[in-house]
């Protein structure tokens, strides 16, 4: 994400949000798809490629040790890849900007090819641990040097052969499942991973579609995927569908602003992204999914959402890694509800973009919310209804996921919610001002 002097904003509402949008394309199958397009030999096509700044950060990484990457026009990409094992020596630093998902991932890419990449960011992601990809990265092989704590700047040079792993994942992450599966393509033998706790599914469901050879299976231990190394990859036709994550905030908008009633259309309805959706739904939420199929091998519908009268409810920690990024814009749901909504099992939100258990909780108080906080979680007193006091302005410390959870809330608050700056919101929904004002929200 590039410098810039800060911008504040607020989003208000005049009245009923109302319409038919659609989000950018999902940013996790948009990440897989560059790297995988990239590995394969012979040109994919890609439309809804979501161009927010994570995104390209993965496309210049990507084409500088070797693919040949081209937009050609609004979403629509052509890759032109190097095939397993074929990535080239980097001549500079890969700079990740604010994405945790690209450097996690492409740490993987390197760590089985003959190269050293070093990896930069801006103040936020260089604040981001990365031990956990780190640790199981060595055990097959590849080298680091990173600044104290496992962080960026971090320097790494990969094995090749790399050794294979047998690794049970102590933290429920995708990142980690992935960059391990993507180190696993170019290592011989047999790379297995068991995860306890289900994760996102997007790198197994890619993996297959571009020929890995990868099974699943349901263990007493968890989730056992099995990946055959050095794979040879096919280019594929890939459409990407809407973001589940982006869709959040719209559907929260159309929540809690009386009146309302949206549709958001062609989102991704992966099982294993999907917890928002049921958490809403058990507070109260009217949502619809209207027009279910297949696109890609990923479940998609239209969402039809209606303002509800939301009830709080304790969320259950299981579904926690379905909704992991949501928690954000589940808490102002959770603020303008009746009753109060527990939330546990949560750590993994002190170590994204920013500490989000922190940040949440001192800007739900500054807006005049009741709110606890705990080692993993938030309990958060609902304002039975009634719109937030509001009359504060949000520190978003580098975080997208702040700037548009506040910016939602001030559609419901009776005092502007003034955002510090609207600068981070472009690494993942480059358009989300300009279709919430779609939507008959005002920007001020």
Known sequence: MTSSAPHPFSLASNGPLGGTISVPGDKSISHRALMLGALAVGETAISGLLEGEDVLATAAAMRAMGAT??????????????????????????????????????????????????????????????????????????????????????????????????????????????????????TPGHTVIIEPVPTRDHSERMLAGFGASLTVEETPQGRRITLAGEAELRPQVITVPGDPSSAAFPMVAALIVPGSDITIANIGINPTRAGLIEVLRAMGADIGLDNRRTVGGEPVADLRVRHSVLTGIDVPPALAPSMIDEFPILFIAAACARGTTRATGLEELRVKESDRLAVMAQGLAAVGVAVEESADGLTIYGTGGDPLPGGATIATHLDHRIAMSFAVAGLNARAPIIIDDRTPIATSFPSFLALMQGLGAETR
Request: a positive charge; charged letters at 10%; glycine letters at 14%.
């Open 69 to 186: 990457i081209e937009r050609l026009g609004p979403g629509e990409w052509r890759v032109h890849g190097v095939g397993v094992g074929g990535l080239l020596q980097p001549q500079t630093a890969l700079d990740m900007g604010n994405s945790g998902t690209s450097t996690r991932l492409l740490m993987g890419l390197v760590a089985s090819h003959p190269i050293t990449a070093t990896f930069i960011g801006d103040a936020s992601l260089s604040r981001r641990p990365m031990g956990r990809v780190i640790d199981p990265l060595s055990l097959m092989g590849a080298s680091f040097s990173a600044a104290p704590g496992g962080r960026l700047p971090l320097t790494m040079t990969g094995l090749c052969p790399a050794v294979p792993l047998d690794y049970t994942l102590p933290v429920a992450s995708a990142q980690v499942k992935s960059a391990l599966l993507l180190a696993g393509l170019n």
